[in-house]
């Protein structure tokens, strides 16, 4: 018997169920073709002014650094300016994320490259999938658009999101997934990013930065 | 089982660790930080308990209809892509992961946190073939180089001091300057992360655990704080999920809700900095990700718990909120359980995986107060499944013939509760007298366990059972 008989074999056994019963499998294929939703937590139900500053302070909680720009136009100078301040190098790398290459690159001195990182790179951009204002958190889809290497290679990763996108809860990115890659379909990485890299592991002590990013800068463009 | 088990030497085991000066040091911030995170976190979402009940509700479901999310599960994960393995046992697991390894002639495989691994003894096998696995988790990496095992399931170095870290890195890294400053934890960060970046980079398969697997989407999840799980299967040629069964979750709603509890419980955050959900391999438009993507689907022991008193053990997230509030626990840490899941959750783990005659001593572990239940995200009632493993030992007369003995001696006082009163006031009046002076005994015969470390006080006033016969009672008698 193969080990995925018998494992089978032996849940059967253990339930007591032959696992052809109708109604256990009408009961299963119902959850998966509705998804109910569980207890989503009135933190994240408000307005959009209200998701975006519930974002911001609690992406903040956790260590990120976020700002907010008026338009995508003001984006490239706001990154700019970022960089100077931390001392870090006029060198990007991004995906091939449309509209964040459409952003006005060249109105600053920055040194653009396009691609995945293999591990050079100090600071890559990317355009995030959503933001989740419950928990400050940034959801990244992988594709040649926005790279998943981008969001863990380069010391400080930089991530813009549009005002738009902030939603309430983790509900409402599932909800946009389903739209954007159909029902049960899935990027082949969904990255949910809550500040930068951490770690308790030496003497209990909260120390950031240790495999991914050491800085994590969101910059939100309020309309576009 | 190639990681040998001293879970039977559990009593020898806990007297070392209380006598370890280094361990008592690293154990005591256990409690303003983890338990104290724990709480604040909670405190600040007010549908944490009912969130509770929630994930409660869907572990039992799922567990419910095992089979039939495991084949959707399966369906999912091939339709995009991925390989599905199915191993009864360590030895089938390890050996499928050895032959996805040989099959791309690894020599480096990178590795993410995973306890199953643990459970398999996956490192020790991949050496044995010449394979070099390296753990990339700091804590993982930093049990890893001291030859040791975790001894905690979400931060494996709890055990160990800064300066024993700062020594074990010397002895290690002994390419680097000796003269370096290491006196700071972020220096340690700061070396640690450059070394094992070269072994991120070389790497030919990277191998993650999975904290869900989700049968709507054949989606794996990994909770990490460190980015390593990401950058183990992100890199590599070959992404190999290690799972066990019941770490199945129906949809993605349901993960969510679970999602909410996990970090709260295990560090106090509301998320860990990353959530990773992986389907498949790398699509053809995609610029990066592992070329392949293998889960590997253990059961070793898992499918028998079902149905049984111990199914609700199944619920487990290993979060490690009960290994961090219990009194047991912080007062000797992981190692002394002896296998690789320790505390309460390891004390009825244990003995279900490995069978009552080797962790039939862990559920003796406990001083029933209660705190895991009451801290649990997916209310397992651990205090009832120790008791039913202590109720089994006894049964297979496993307990010492000295434990039987007073067990039997105190039963046959207790079935008869008029000599019980006579024998304990009479007992108390004598050493009431004996300890009148002093007020406290230094050492009392067939007590030795308990004087030998602190002294036993001498009663005073009357048997328990004769002050509540005598207290007011509200209301006077029924009319």
């Known amino acids: ?224 | 089982m190639s990681l040998s088990v001293t879970s039977p030497q559990f009593k020898a085991n806990a007297h070392r660790a209380l006598g370890d000066r280094q361990l008592q040091e690293a154990l005591l911030s256990l409690p303003e930080g983890f338990v104290a995170g724990r709480a604040a976190a909670a405190g600040r979402l007010p549908e944490f308990e009912a969130l509770r009940d929630s994930a409660r509700d869907i572990k039992n479901h799922t567990l419910a209809h095992l089979d039939l999310y495991l084949e959707a599960y399966e369906k999912k994960v091939i339709e995009s892509g991925g390989v599905v393995h199915y191993a009864r046992d360590s030895e089938e697991a390890g050996k499928i992961i050895l032959d996805i390894c040989r099959s791309h002639r690894a020599k480096h495989v990178t590795k993410g946190k995973s306890m199953i691994s643990e459970e398999i003894g996956l490192n020790a096998l991949l050496e044995a073939n010449g394979i070099e696995a390296v753990e990339t988790d700091l804590g993982e990496y930093i049990v890893q180089i001291r030859h040791e095992t975790p001894s905690h399931i979400i931060t494996p170095a709890i055990h160990l001091t800064q300066d024993q870290i700062e020594q074990d890195f010397r002895r290690v890294h002994s390419t680097l300057p000796a003269s370096r400053d290491l006196s700071e934890p972020a220096s340690l960060l700061t070396e640690a992360r450059a070394i094992l970046r070269e072994k991120f980079l070389r790497a030919d398969v990277g191998i993650t655990g999975a904290n869900f697997l989700i049968a709507e989407t054949g989606t794996s999840i990994i909770v990490t704080n460190e980015g390593n799980g990401d950058l183990t299967q992100t890199l590599p040629k070959v992404h190999v999920v290690l799972a066990s069964i019941e770490k199945l979750v129906p949809t993605l709603e349901d993960a969510a809700q679970i999602l909410r509890l996990l970090a709260r419980s295990a560090t106090g955050q509301d998320m860990s900095a990353y959530t990773t959900l992986s389907t498949g391999p790398r699509r053809t438009t995609d610029l990066d990700g592992p070329q392949e993507y293998h889960v590997v689907l253990l059961d070793n022991g898992r499918s028998n718990m079902l149905g049984t008193e111990f199914a609700d053990m199944l619920r487990c997230i290993r979060c490690g909120a009960c290994l961090n509030h219990c009194p047991v626990y912080q007062a000797i840490g992981g190692h002394a359980y002896g296998w690789v899941y320790p505390g309460p959750m390891g004390a009825v783990l244990t003995p279900s995986l490995l069978g009552v005659d080797k962790g039939g001593q862990l559920p003796n572990a406990s001083t029933f107060c209660g705190r895991c239940e009451s801290v649990c995200p997916m209310r397992i009632p651990l205090p009832k499944m120790m008791r039913h493993w202590r109720e089994r030992e006894f049964e297979r007369h496993l307990t010492p013939a000295r434990f039987r003995f007073g067990l039997a001696l105190w039963a046959f006082f207790a079935r008869r509760p008029w000599l019980y009163r006579q024998a304990t006031s009479l007992a108390m009046r004598a050493l009431a007298r004996l300890g009148r002076r002093n007020g406290s005994f230094t050492t009392l015969p067939l007590a030795s366990g308990w004087t030998s470390s602190r002294d036993f006080p001498a009663p005073q006033g009357a048997t328990f059972q004769a002050q509540w016969q005598k207290r007011p009672r509200a209301g006077g008698k029924a009319a």
């Not at chain 1, 569980?38 to 994240?44: S, V």
């Not at chain 1, 998701?51 to 903040?60: G, K, M, N, Q, V």
């Not at chain 1, 995030?128 to 958190?137: K, N």
């Open chain 1, 1 to 224: 018997m193969s080990a995925r008989a018998e494992i089978l074999a032996n849940i059967h056994r253990a339930l007591g169920v032959s696992g052809q019963e109708l109604p256990r499998r009408r009961g299963v294929e119902d959850r998966l073709e509705h998804a109910p939703k569980g207890l989503i937590p009135e933190r994240g139900q408000r307005d959009p002014d209200g998701l975006r500053a519930l974002f911001r302070a609690e992406a903040e909680r956790v260590g990120a650094s976020v700002t907010e720009v008026a338009t995508s136009k003001d984006v490239p100078r706001e990154i700019a300016d970022h960089l100077r301040r931390h001392n870090l190098p006029a060198e990007l790398r991004m995906g091939e994320d449309a509209w964040l290459k459409a952003l006005p690159w060249h109105t600053t001195n920055l040194d653009v490259s396009t691609g995945p990182s293999a591990g050079q790179d100090l600071v890559s951009v990317a355009h995030a999938f959503a933001g989740v204002a419950e928990s400050g958190t940034l959801a990244m889809v992988s594709g040649k658009d926005n790279p998943t290497t981008l969001n863990f290679l380069p010391d400080a990763h930089i991530v813009v999101l549009r005002a738009q996108d902030i939603l309430g809860d983790y509900e409402r990115v599932w909800q946009r997934l389903r739209t954007a890659f159909g029902k049960g379909l899935m990027p082949r990485c969904l990255n949910f990013i809550t500040g930068p890299s951490r770690t308790r592991d030496i003497a209990q002590k909260l120390l950031v930065g240790v495999h991914g990013p050491r800085k994590l800068h969101i910059v939100i463009v309020r309309e576009d």
